[in-house]
């Protein structure tokens, strides 16, 4: 018999949040104030392990940081801090860059920060 593979979401206990919301959003929901969601432990376990496991992960943002600036970091520091990020986090800008499509066309690409500046801030020394 085979065995059914769980993704990262499932993993994670967040498929049946993810679903909630979704639901909620088909009827019309407007939500508010998600970064409870966010910031939960599970949700960014699953974002960093998403994140690292994308190569685009490897490409440098704005800041010109990576993935790899962040990796010899715990999974629990990295939980902390990103939580801690969530009181006073205000988004930075996303790189711009254009990739061929064919036929001469190309089309946007954005290429946003890992957040090493705000890891690196005066709260968070290394």
């Not at 993704?7 to 049946?16: G, V």
């Not at 407007?30 to 685009?56: P, Q, W």
């Amino acid at each position: 018999m085979k065995r059914k593979k769980l993704r990262h979401s499932e993993y994670y206990s967040m498929q049946d949040c993810f679903d909630s919301l979704y639901a909620q959003s088909v009827s019309g929901h407007h939500f508010y104030d998600l970064t409870v969601l966010m910031s939960s432990k599970d949700n960014i376990r699953l974002a960093y392990r998403n994140i690292k496991r994308n190569t685009g992960s490897k490409t440098a943002g704005t800041d010109k940081s990576t993935i790899n600036d962040i990796l010899p970091l715990t999974v629990e520091d990295v939980i902390a801090k990103v939580q801690a990020m969530f009181k006073w986090y205000e988004p930075q800008a996303v790189r711009r860059v254009f990739i061929p499509k064919g036929k001469g066309k190309t089309r946007p690409l954005g290429i946003p920060t890992i957040g090493i500046e705000s890891f690196n801030n005066a709260y968070f020394k290394f």
